[in-house]
């Protein structure tokens, strides 16, 4: 099935430091969200965007909707250990009888080190 | 609010036997469950959508006849694995969206299947 390119794979990064990860398709979605997933864990969800161009916060997690509809962004500020986890994108469509299936991206692998 | 379990959390099994994962909704109704697959360093992949007293719709490449789901009620869904083989060891996820709360999949811990 399709999948979601999403950037990077992984990171290395001081705690505090801040993160950026990104998300592209080559088709438009009408809702982007993103999930952190803990080892052995589901998917939680972090954020939600419903709107082109939207930029939502949740704490320190801000997340973008592309204007194109096709991308999106997450940062995370002031890293803490416990962000350590694998964080997915996903894009959903809006077409009637599609049940809003979701699309994941491959995920970003993050690591603090304390 | 918005709570999904999944039974067992984990399961080892022999190659050629049936296993069957649930997954409820604790205190929603769910209209609709998904089913996914995830290997190891893998993303999630949409298996199937089951819609509760209709036949599950199945992604291009996952065998229905292999896949069985059942959506017998508004909180529960069940995936059986028909005779397992090593290849079908993974992580399987559900989740459910419920009717009324917009198009929010809300989702399971995950059951781990190792098929020796």
């Known amino acids: 099935g399709q999948q979601l390119n999403q950037s990077p794979q992984s990171m290395f990064i001081q705690e505090g430091e801040d993160v950026s990860m990104n998300c592209t398709s080559s088709?438009?979605?009408?809702?982007w969200l993103w999930y952190k997933q803990d080892p052995g864990e589901g998917p939680v969800l972090l954020i939600a965007?419903?709107?082109?161009?939207e930029l939502t916060s949740n704490g320190r997690l801000t997340a973008q909707f592309g204007i194109t509809r096709k991308d999106s962004f997450l940062n995370i500020s002031a890293s803490i250990p416990s962000d350590v986890g694998i964080y997915f994108c996903?894009?959903?469509?809006?077409?009637?009888?599609?049940?809003?299936?979701?699309?994941f991206g491959k995920g970003t692998l993050l690591t603090v080190n304390p | 609010g918005a709570v999904v379990s999944q039974h067992p959390s984990r399961v080892i099994c022999k190659s050629g036997t049936s296993v069957k994962i649930e997954c409820r909704s604790l205190?929603?109704?769910?209209?609709?469950m998904f089913w996914y697959r995830q290997f190891p360093k893998q993303s999630l992949m949409l298996m199937a959508t089951?819609?509760?007293?209709?036949?599950?719709?199945?992604e291009q490449g996952v065998e229905k006849d292999k896949f069985l789901i059942n959506h017998a009620s508004l909180t529960l869904s069940t995936l059986t694995v028909t005779s397992a083989h090593p290849e079908d060891s993974s992580f399987y996820i559900c989740?459910?969206?419920?009717?009324?709360?917009?198009?929010?999949?809300?989702f399971g811990p995950g059951t781990r299947l190792t098929v020796l």
């Open positions: 965007l419903y709107k082109a161009g």
């Open positions: 088709s438009i979605f009408n809702t």
């Open positions: 205190d929603f109704q769910a209209t609709t």
């Open positions: 089951s819609n509760e007293g209709s036949k599950a719709t199945y």
């Open positions: 989740s459910a969206s419920r009717s009324g709360y917009g198009n929010e999949q809300f």
């Open positions: 996903a894009g959903q469509k809006d077409s009637g009888g599609s049940n809003y299936k979701l699309t």
